[in-house]
């Protein structure tokens, strides 16, 4: 294969333009947790209105319910979109125009009568979603690190109190003005708010170069469109009709697509192969069940606040009053964010999620049995708040010490998707269990007790399964250590994001790569994971000399020390790989040349396939960690086979062929030696391996002409 000629990169020239003055975080912490509250308002201001909008627009109810639909469907695929170009193209510049695409769709609104125009005027609404995880990635940039925590706190508590002011103060719209006045209320804030935002809070300089993912989005957008469809639609259409089935089935479909052509694609939309680390992928799935839970809370409250008393267990309030008493779950949510901030700076964020998601699982439990009167129903909805604080305040905290600071609002952005799945399945299933166990008080069909206790079930099923995913996540806080860019950046000064490429001794990339960034002490900066043509991001907080670790599966690690600036960044090579090599003897412990060598998996699939030398001597790329099955023909049809169990470290299988020999294995393997490091390099050292021996097989481990002895590590 001809090689190529590898293209020098070049960072942003942006860092070289002088830093902005430092904004004080008070004034970026409120500045973001407003455009939030906002952008929550115009979610749930419309929520209780939506029975009487049939006759307010001459429709059917099934009709008027498109202008909640059209509001999730919109946030839904705007957050992944919009977060992404945050990354790319700077935050506060994304956060403006999202800010002003809500403005709009409140103008649009507020001038509308006719239905078409009013779902237009919802679906921009609803692009505000992304501001929330915008919001978060702005702080990490902007903030100290030790303010961080609350931050994002108070970031992720803003959904909540948005929602919980929205409700009274639609009542009180309803009853004392024309309904057009809620657009006219989240228009004018949302206007005041996009001028705040321009002046009052500083572009971030960490910038993901690349091109834009357009066919990643396209195929996205379908794919989550057809499910919240399925979802939000399903109890109306029917959970077995075509139509449901059809997007449902469908939507699935297009997303299995779409995870394999993200993997190939440069600069994807949402990096898979970020998103399937251990860390971030737990994270993402207890957003799931978190927002399935928080979800629930709503909407099982406001069941027991409104539905009559003839019923025999609800309390008949009406709108404004059911609207007031949500009032203290989401003041316990603005409460708790300190606490939540404390928590996570004393004991982590794993600490913080686990005691948030228990108390959320516990006052569900409690629910079923305690919801009889008022101080019941709101002390029970309260304390599910106040778990659901904790949790939401850690989850972006975990997420961000588990990503580069280049991905950090794209990967919120998924995070903050996958929260709104959870939230949009728990509307599903309500609605599914509530029609299928009804009550029925003069002429009027209600949910029945035992219909809402066994929601209140599923919630406390889908904490609890939030905080045992919070368990695994104990053993990863060693790992998950922040960089000191948050330190840098909060100060007021100017960062660089260099891009760079990971290459094989032929340049070729090499897409499976990790480059990790840390100063010549050791301090972690950032790292970056290669994308299909090997590119990669790290951000750093000034020109100087950086220690570049990288790795990639099967291939030897390098590290070097790398002078970072403005100026070009040249290629890291990767010129070695990994090797699984030994010598193949007979019966009489002769090496056996030209002898057929296959490893196979354990699960039956072939792996590869090489020929002994004169020596009787094998060398194979070495595969992936695993169990596998070493086999050999020799050419006279001898045949000899042992198991092999691949382990991160590199060594010698040796195989004798014939009768076996009843030879004892050494107490343990040496590790295969390695050629000696070129300069610059780190040696590598990789703890022993002890592959189980039997009978006809030995396991030896020689030094190879021209290399050095390791000595093994525990």
């Not at 009568?113 to 237009?120: G, K, S, V, W």
């Not at 195929?219 to 139509?243: H, V």
């Not at 305040?393 to 010490?401: N, S």
Request: charged content about 15%.
């Amino acid at each position: 294969m001809a090689a190529r000629t590898p293209t020098l990169p070049t960072t942003d020239p942006r860092p070289s333009e002088p830093a902005a003055p430092r904004i004080s975080p008070a004034v970026v912490v409120t500045t973001l947790s407003l455009c939030g509250i906002v952008v929550s308002l115009q979610q749930t201001l419309l929520l209780p209105l939506l029975p009487k909008l049939p006759d307010y627009l001459d429709t059917t109810a099934d009709s008027a319910s498109w202008l909640v639909t059209a509001t999730l469907l919109s946030g839904a695929v705007a957050t992944p979109t919009v977060s992404r170009l945050a990354d790319m193209y700077g935050k506060r510049r994304m956060m403006a125009i999202t800010l002003a695409i809500t403005v709009i769709g409140s103008l649009l609104g507020a001038l509308s009568t006719a239905l078409p125009l009013l779902i237009a005027a919802r679906a921009l609404q609803g692009v505000g979603m992304a501001v929330v995880p915008v919001g978060i990635a702005m702080m990490r940039d902007e903030l100290p690190r030790e303010r961080v925590p609350l931050g994002v706190a108070l970031m992720s508590a803003t959904l909540a109190i948005g929602a919980g002011a929205g409700l009274p103060l639609s009542g009180l719209i309803a009853e004392h003005l024309d309904w057009h006045a809620i657009f006219w209320v989240t228009g004018s804030v949302g206007s005041a708010l996009l001028v705040a935002a321009m002046v009052l809070l500083p572009e971030s300089p960490v910038r993901t170069r690349g091109t834009f993912d357009l066919r990643g989005a396209l195929l996205l957008t379908a794919a989550l469109t057809a499910i919240l469809l399925a979802l939000s639609k399903g109890a109306q259409w029917g959970w077995s009709s075509p139509i449901t089935l059809g997007l449902a089935v469908g939507g699935i479909a297009v997303l299995a697509v779409w995870i394999p052509l993200e993997l190939r694609t440069p600069s994807p939309l949402v990096d898979v192969r970020v998103a399937a680390r251990p860390a971030v992928l737990i994270v993402n799935v207890g957003s799931v069940l978190a927002g399935f839970a928080m979800f629930t809370n709503m909407l099982v409250t406001t069941q027991f606040l409104q539905v009559p008393k003839a019923s025999g267990y609800g309390l008949g309030l009406d709108v404004l009053h059911t609207g007031l008493w949500m009032v203290p779950n989401a003041a316990a949510f603005g409460l708790m964010a300190p606490v939540s901030a404390w928590l996570t700076r004393r004991a982590g964020p794993q600490v913080t999620l686990i005691t948030g998601a228990g108390i959320m699982a516990a006052a569900y439990a409690g629910r079923v049995f305690f919801s009889a009167d008022l101080a019941q129903v709101v002390i029970g909805s309260v304390i599910v708040g106040i778990g659901t604080a904790l949790v939401y305040g850690a989850m972006p905290t975990l997420l961000m010490r588990a990503v580069p600071v280049t991905e950090t609002a794209s990967a919120n952005g998924l995070n903050v998707l996958l929260r709104s799945l959870g939230t949009s399945t728990s509307s599903a299933a309500a609605a599914a269990i509530t029609a299928a166990s009804v009550i029925t008080v003069a002429g009027q069909t209600y949910p029945s007790p035992s219909g809402l206790q066994v929601i209140l079930w599923l919630a406390c099923a889908a904490a609890l399964g939030t905080t045992l995913l919070g368990v695994p996540m104990l053993r990863m806080r060693d790992y998950a250590v922040e960089g000191d860019h948050t330190r840098t950046t909060g100060a007021g000064r100017a960062v660089l994001v260099v891009r760079g490429q990971v290459l094989d001794a032929e340049a070729q990339p090499i897409r499976s790569a990790v480059v990790t960034v840390l100063t010549t002490d050791g301090a972690p900066v950032d790292w970056g994971q290669a994308d299909s043509d090997g590119w990669f991001n790290a951000a750093i907080p000034e020109p100087g000399d950086y220690l570049v670790v990288t790795t990639a599966d099967r291939w030897q690690p390098r590290s070097r020390v790398v002078r970072l600036d403005k100026g070009p960044l040249p290629p890291l090579v990767l010129r070695e790989r990994r090797r699984l090599s030994g010598t193949i003897t007979d019966g009489e412990d002769r090496p056996v040349p030209d002898a057929l060598v296959v490893l196979t998996r354990h699960s039956g699939e072939a792996v590869g396939s090489v020929r002994t030398d004169h020596e009787g001597r094998y060398e194979i790329f070495r595969p992936a960690n695993g169990r596998y099955v070493l086999t050999v023909l020799s050419p006279d049809g001898a045949t000899g086979a042992r198991p092999v169990s691949v382990l991160e470290a590199a060594f010698d299988v040796n195989l004798a062929l014939g009768t076996p020999l009843n030879v004892s294995p050494p107490p343990a393997t040496r590790p295969r030696s390695e050629p000696t490091p070129g300069p610059g390099a780190a040696p590598a050292s990789e703890p022993a391996s002890e592959p189980a021996s039997e009978p006809g097989a030995e396991v030896r481990s020689e030094p190879e002409p021209g290399t050095r002895q390791r000595t093994p590590q525990p």
